[in-house]
């Protein structure tokens, strides 16, 4: 017997088991993704591909959702060094910040749409319209995440536990993974054009 | 000394301190708070025990309406002139009557292929199989109270129930159920107006199996956490048993391909919905040119086919762990190999992501791009050889049971090397010129993933259903189920490789009208035969499965087998949690078979000073 089956807490892997589903799940966001991308790249290279301009309204919006990024960041550390108008304060904020960056998405395709590009358009539009869509979906679901997190802060009593800290670690955890996929997206789409 | 540092970690460990070991379980082991009621305890459980015959019996379900189907067109196949009408008050209006003599209208037969290939594969050998076995085991082998989340885990089994809501909802459209074969490819799946079961048909099918996918993740992402997470003290990644490696990359195949296919879904989605053209280019419909251009058809197949590849390992893989631990039991021997067998369970994993076009040789890729996937294609023969030889090794000289259990494990492994050998011609893309989309591909793919994998399912079955419900199934019923299906699925199948060979196609509806082909009439009536027959000894295994959960003979000690696994350290009507009091720990791997000349030791015993472990390796 090796040394590593005498001492069976070797193997037991430390994170926690939710969290571990979490980015387990990411995993499987990205093949998603990877599957639109990797689509994107085969129908870009056999042609009949119509090119746009990006609307600037796009850095916008990543530039805000980058800031709630930091903001909820933020709101946990207030959470663990237990300062508790931080935490309640910043997690609204990241919410607002949240709303603020599908607004922002719905209004690039509005000047998208205006100028011609619409849905039907060219395949090149479709692609644009399904994979900032789906990504906007996603943003959503962190958002319900965020609100559940709201009404754990504003209706339990504030004490700083183990429990609470991983709860809120799957929230933060997910909103970075949605965030870092928008750049991605974004650069994606900047650079296969 | 390493005991006392064990202890140390345990109260860092707040895993421990949720649902590890020593998880303080011990005052309340008959029922926990989710038992309180019925619905709590048997519809809306969170116990994996009863989440597994949920999925065991909602398959068997779609079992008997997937064969049913079959059994439906065979007779078309088989019979073309024989008069229907008598399946008229089943059918209804697709059973056409003319002049007294009732056909089965072309519609619907095309509907029946494609509803047959989706709730097997999906429903049945996809869900039933893996999402039955890997709920039950998984915790149970591991030492495990339950999943890591109960609560996704019965979201699991509730999103496929809803999956198979709609599927069969759509089995009663008016315009019939989707008829463009079960790989959905566009432009049928993607126009509504291409054909009957094009229209709500399609829309029906996508959403169900939209539904299904999202069961399989929430299924696999807990079947992964729950083996990487919750394995009890002393059950190390080598000392699993095998089904559980095999429900652990199964899990993962379906993770990474799962979502792959959702994509794919949405872009249909849109191109039937939206108006998109993601896979439309230059269609007429009743020589109409639609304004669909710049997509491609072919994309949608790099999509399904790079879900649709690893599926069939998806499918493949619980019935090789589950085969690999029944014969070993039933031998009395060590399982030959072991490492091997989990290497190979890897490299089958890993070398299924890497071979999908395949199943697109014909389909215009081009013919460099094909000999990539030709040479993967094959190299999947190296680990599949590997496994077969180390079970017929594991076999040899062994003390052998021949219970029914034990023939399925048996009979997997022929019907597999059988299945295995064509797929070797069809992997070649100049033979796939001539074999292509005829009866030969029908013929290798039912027997090597088909059969096969039902095959493993019954061993499963007869194997663990004292596990799962106290009590014995009945034997000779089990033999005379055994040995009819296995005659009868070669006879089914077996003559499909002449017919194959000699280039008849895939999924017509007759071939009467056919010279080079009417003269295969015999044959096909032989096949249609074969296939009734074998379909009612089914019928006669879930009579068996339903008398014996009630009547069956009742299992009166934990470990009837003598085996080493964990499942069967539990009480024989074990609660929510599995184990009253502590999880065991484990000592040794799950194989000590006849060593040191016990006949076993199961794997909660200590090792002896000085022994040597059973796996040589470690």
Request: hydrophobic share 50%.
């Amino acid at each position: 017997m090796s040394t590593t089956a005498m001492n069976p807490m070797s193997f037991r892997n430390r994170i926690h088991p939710h969290k571990f589903a979490l980015y387990a799940s990411f995993a499987s966001i990205i093949m998603m993704f990877g599957a639109l991308t990797s689509a994107y790249i085969v129908k870009h290279a056999a042609g009949d591909w119509l090119e746009y301009k990006m609307p600037s309204i796009f850095y916008v919006s990543t530039a805000v959702l980058i800031l709630s990024s930091i903001v909820l960041h933020t709101s946990y550390i207030g959470f663990k060094r237990k300062k508790e108008a931080v935490y309640k304060g910043m997690l609204i904020v990241a919410f607002i910040l949240g709303i603020a960056f599908v607004v922002l998405q719905y209004q690039g395709w509005q000047i998208l749409f205006a100028s011609g590009m619409d849905l039907k358009a060219n395949v090149s539009a479709s692609f644009l319209y399904l994979i900032t869509g789906l990504h906007a979906a996603h943003i959503l679901g962190g958002v319900a995440a965020i609100t559940v997190a709201i009404i754990h802060a504003f209706t339990l009593p504030f004490i700083v536990t183990e429990k609470r800290r991983i709860r809120f670690q799957l929230v933060l955890h997910y909103w970075h993974f949605v965030d870092i996929l928008w750049i991605y997206l974004l650069a994606f789409l900047l650079l296969v054009k | 000394m390493s005991d006392v540092l064990t202890q140390k970690q345990d109260e860092l460990d707040i895993l421990i301190e949720e649902q590890g070991y020593d998880d303080h379980f011990h005052d309340h082991h008959h029922g926990d708070k989710y038992q309180s009621n019925f619905i709590g305890h048997y519809i809306f459980s969170m116990d994996h025990k009863i989440i597994a015959r949920q999925f065991l019996i909602t398959g068997i379900f779609w079992a008997i309406i997937g064969a049913a189907m079959s059994i439906v067109f065979r007779l078309q196949l088989g019979f073309p002139e024989a008069d229907l009408t008598w399946i008229k008050p089943l059918l209804g209006k697709w059973i056409v009557v003319e002049n007294g003599i009732g056909t089965l209208s072309p519609e619907f037969y095309y509907a029946l292929v494609t509803m047959h290939g989706t709730i097997l594969v999906f429903f049945v050998l996809t869900a039933g199989l893996s999402g039955t076995f890997s709920n039950l085991l998984i915790p149970l082998q591991i030492g495990a109270r339950d999943m890591a989340s109960p609560f996704l885990n019965m979201l699991s089994y509730w999103f496929f129930f809803l999956a198979g809501c709609v599927m069969f909802y759509s089995l009663f459209l008016s315009t019939g159920p989707f008829s463009g074969g079960w790989t959905g490819y566009p432009p049928l799946s993607a126009l509504p107006q291409a054909s009957s079961g094009s229209g709500t048909g399609m829309t029906l099918w996508l959403i169900s199996l939209t539904l299904f996918v999202v069961s399989v993740l929430l299924g696999g992402i807990n079947y992964i956490t729950t083996v990487l997470n919750l394995r009890t003290k002393g059950m190390s990644m080598w000392r699993m048993p095998l089904p559980i490696w095999a429900f652990f990359v199964t899990a993962v195949l379906g993770l990474l391909s799962f979502p792959v296919l959702a994509s794919g879904f949405f872009m249909l989605m849109f191109d039937r919905g939206l108006g998109t053209s993601f896979f439309l280019s230059e269609i007429f419909i009743e020589g109409q040119a639609l304004d669909r251009v710049g997509g491609s058809p072919i994309l949608f197949q790099h999509l399904f086919w790079f879900l649709g590849h690893p599926e069939v390992y998806i499918i493949i893989l619980p019935a090789m762990g589950i085969v690999s631990e029944v014969l070993s039991v039933h031998a009395r021997k060590p399982i030959f190999g072991y490492q091997a067998m989990v290497l190979s369970i890897l490299a089958i994993g890993f070398l299924s992501f890497i071979v999908w076009a395949h199943h697109m040789f014909m389909s215009g890729v081009n013919p460099f791009l094909s000999n990539f996937f030709v040479v993967f294609t094959l190299i999947i023969a190296v680990p599949s050889a590997v496994k077969v030889f180390n079970w017929i090794t594991t076999l040899y000289g062994g003390n052998i049971r021949f219970n029914s259990a034990m023939l399925f494990a048996i009979g997997f492994v022929s019907m597999f090397i059988s299945g295995g050998l064509t797929g070797i011609f069809l992997g070649n893309s100049a033979i796939d010129i001539q074999m292509h989309d005829t009866y030969f591909v029908v013929a290798h793919f039912h027997i090597v993933m088909g059969i096969a994998a039902f095959f493993g399912m019954f061993a499963g079955v007869y194997h663990w259903f004292p596990r799962m419900f106290s009590r014995f199934m009945n034997e000779t019923l089990g033999r005379i189920h055994f040995w009819v299906t296995l005659i009868g699925a070669y006879a089914i199948f077996w003559p499909m490789h002449y017919l194959g060979i000699a280039g008849v196609p895939r999924r017509y509806y007759s071939f009467d009208t056919f010279d080079a082909f009417k003269h295969f009439g015999p044959m096909n009536q032989f096949i249609t035969i074969a296939a009734i027959v074998v379909f009612s000894v089914q019928i006669l295994f879930v009579i068996n499965f339903f008398y014996s959960i009630f009547k069956g003979r009742k299992m009166k000690v934990k470990n009837p087998y003598g085996a080493n696994t964990l499942e069967w350290t539990t009480p024989i009507e074990a609660g929510h949690g599995n184990w009253p009091g502590k999880i065991p720990s484990v000592h040794r791997w799950a194989y000590d078979y006849g060593k040191d000349g016990k006949e076993f030791v199961p794997q909660i015993i200590p090792m002896e000073e000085g022994e040597q472990a059973g796996d040589a390796a470690h």
